[in-house]
């Protein structure tokens, strides 16, 4: 019998009940069941099965608080650096990824050694996979390049920033962790995310008198490597 036939609703319901026990945030749930509701949108359409059990299920609801999200203004983007440094350098070489380079909490966790070994026009770059799989190439800013490299030490492969206690890779979920660790250690009195730095880093540079096209190599969306400026 096909496995598909006996899904019902209540099974869906009780799948995004199980995601809110791990600790995923409600956006992330989310996030993750449009994967879910095309599978069995496209399963309907297909003749597969004779309803949609997924196209009523209870999502969760996400509130945005502009208030909780606002960005760091310039002192507080480097109190959270520093603070971060102080921790551990794993939190340093996230902190930096996300507060100077803008990457996605996504981009940051995925990046591996080997990503930023080349150098492109005297500048070393980093090559990662951006939102819709799209391949990119950016300028690693030096101060970024002091901090990862005195984390990586004499590794030449492999993730670069990994779990404190564990050793192993971080994910999506270690990073924004980390951020609100950070966060309560500087003092900081407002949710600050991963996204909320990369916010942050992009908004200073222009407050700064940093040319409105510079900034936009920093900010989305990012291109394959020819249409990017360094």
């Known amino acids: 019998m096909d496995p598909l036939l006996g899904i019902q609703r209540a099974h869906v319901e009780l799948y995004i009940h199980q995601l809110g026990d791990t600790g995923l ?31 009523y299920a209870r999502l969760p609801k996400v509130q945005h608080d502009e208030s909780r999200t606002q960005g760091l203004d310039r002192l507080e983007l480097i109190r959270f650096l520093q603070v971060a440094q102080t921790l551990t350098v794993h939190h340093g ?29 005297g500048h070393r770059v980093l090559h990662l996979v951006s939102k819709g799989n799209k391949p990119a190439t950016m300028p690693f800013t030096v101060p970024v390049l002091r901090v990862v490299e005195a984390w990586r030490g004499q590794r030449t492969s492999g993730p670069l920033v990994l779990r404190p206690t564990t050793g192993r890779p971080i994910d999506r979920r270690d990073a924004y962790r980390m951020v609100a660790r950070i966060t309560r250690v500087a003092g900081i009195p407002r949710h600050i995310s991963p996204h909320s730095l990369r916010h942050a880093a992009i908004t200073n540079a222009l407050d700064a008198g940093v040319p409105l096209r510079d900034a936009q190599i920093l900010a989305p969306p990012r291109g394959p490597p020819h249409n990017r400026a360094l």
């Not at 990824?97 to 995925?110: F, K, P």
């Open 25 to 55: 945030m409600d956006s992330s749930i989310v996030t993750m069941m449009h994967g879910v509701r095309g599978f069995f949108r496209f399963a309907h359409i297909d003749g597969l099965i004779a309803a949609d059990p997924a196209v």
């Open 93 to 121: 070489a996230l902190a930096f990824l996300l507060g100077i380079n803008t990457l996605r909490a996504s981009e940051a966790v995925a990046v591996r050694i080997e990503d930023y070994a080349e150098i492109l026009r």
